[in-house]
């Protein structure tokens, strides 16, 4: 004979107790155990006392409301979204740079006159702080050249007889005087394009002349129209060659204009 638990037994004459609407008098329940456990009478007393406990426990599983049904069963974000999550935004910022239009400090002819420079840094200091040439930075240059077409006459020529004054006569500390520092050969060699670009350069770099007023110049450098420039050039025939170039080219000539008008406030 296969023995029944007890506590099995009163398990289920509990539930068809609950069922029929009947409670399980202690009684009925004690003399259940023993008819069940008839072969050993020890075992009575031990049991009789801890089914109830047990059976208090037993509890129908309560339905669950279909909104947390719908909640539990719902597709759920991966673990690993939750760096990608953290990182999105970072890599949008990051993105968005990228987008931006770089300007013509990085790339184009200011950032190309960067590299012309190393032949001049010998004499006028790597970052432009003077040496056997004058100092050019902290805006040094712009106060011997205001205008861009004596700058580019200047390199192109390099030191004029001695003492030929140069640059603006105005110049605070007075006018320079050619060879009074040393000599500067001329650059014609370089090429029209390489001597704008060295040009512009020293201006945004060491002259610390704002880039967007030199627009005019970038295009007119990236336009491939430039004249030859041979030793003996004159700021004047320089100046000519530009209004000539901004009448071909409406876009140029606008933001030279606004540069002009800047400049009169
Ligand atoms: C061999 C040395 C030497 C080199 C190389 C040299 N310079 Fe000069 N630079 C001088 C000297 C010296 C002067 C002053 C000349 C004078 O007084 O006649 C000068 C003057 C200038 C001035 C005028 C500065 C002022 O305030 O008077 C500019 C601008 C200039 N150089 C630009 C350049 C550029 C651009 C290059 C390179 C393409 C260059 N230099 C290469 C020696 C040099």
Known sequence: MVEIPDYLLERSREARARFQGTSVEPSEQSTAVVESSAGSEENVPAVSETPEAEIEKVEPPKPLAPWVEAAKNRKKIPVWM?????FLPIWAFMIWGTL?????????PIAAGGEIYSQCSACHGAGGGGGVGYQLNEGEVLKTFPDVESHIAWVVNGSSASGTPYGNPEREGGQRI???QGVMPGFASLGSLQILEVVLYERVTHGLQDPESLEA????AESGALPVWESGISPQSIASSFAE???TNPEAEMLYEETLEEAAG
């Open 100 to 108: 931006e239009e770089p300007t013509s400090n990085e790339v184009g």
């Open 245 to 247: 170039f901004l009448e």
């Open 217 to 220: 110049y970038v295009i007119w």
């Open 82 to 86: 939750a760096p990608v999550a953290l």
């Open 178 to 180: 050619s060879q009074d």
